[in-house]
């Protein structure tokens, strides 16, 4: 179902609504039905740098499953390191670029942001009395695959004749976007019908419930999490 096809049935009931409205409300409907089921999974890549710890994370991601390094499953690390070492920051007394590589990583997040770290195979990092076995990632050009929920792509003017309503979701789940840009158009002031929202509000709520059971199936996990000293 295109955006062209899902505004074509909210307008069967919201024949004064504009584009833009109906444009509004489906990018809405999407964001909080992902948001409450997790059901729309993808992946984001980008490649290391070496001495770079944090890499930003993309507005649309809701929660990371898996973070794969050169192709490697990597485990989350419980809390984070004492020592940061991130030769990207500002700092008038930066620590020494990683020279040595290490096979050992881990990710952890910190804010929006993702860590990679890296077990040291040569000198503990070592600051005001404390050590650390970790340091920044060693190596450049790497792929970083983040196995994630997210929201899907949102709707513009440009691409309702292409953009599918929650692309790439496994299921008939689109019919459920347009109950809630229904729900949500008989709330409005001049279309004001609450019998005929809750009607609607109804059927997604329904729609959820369902989503959130098809999206609990699937056998992706969040990976192990490692203990580990610092």
Request: charged fraction near 20%; aromatic fraction near 10%.
């Amino acid at each position: 179902m295109t955006g062209i096809n899902a505004m074509e049935l909210i307008r069967q009931h919201h024949s004064g609504l504009s584009t833009g409205e109906c444009i509004l409300l489906l990018n809405e409907g999407q964001k909080e039905f992902c948001r409450k089921t997790n059901i729309y999974k993808t992946s984001y890549t980008q490649d290391s740098v070496a001495g770079q710890r944090y890499y930003t994370l993309d507005d649309n991601i809701l929660d990371i499953k898996d973070v794969h390094f050169n192709d490697v499953r990597i485990p989350r690390l419980i809390g984070m390191p004492v020592i940061d070492d991130d030769e990207f920051l500002s700092g008038a007394n930066p620590l020494g670029d990683p020279s040595t590589s290490s096979n050992d990583r881990y990710w952890y997040l910190n804010t929006r942001r993702l860590g990679i770290v890296e077990k040291s195979t040569g000198k503990v990092t070592s600051r005001d009395d404390k050590s650390s076995q970790y340091q920044s990632c060693s190596i450049t050009g790497v792929e970083i695959r983040l196995l994630v929920t997210a929201y899907p792509t949102a709707f513009t003017q440009s691409n309702l004749s292409t953009n599918v309503v929650l692309s790439l979701v496994p299921g008939s789940f689109e019919r459920v976007i347009v109950d809630y840009v229904i729900a949500n158009g008989y709330m409005l002031p001049a279309n004001f019908q609450p019998q005929a929202a809750q009607l609607f509000q109804g059927k997604y709520d329904a729609g959820v419930a369902e989503a959130k059971k098809f999206s609990n199936k699937s056998t992706g996990g969040t990976g192990r999490i490692a203990p580990c000293d610092f």
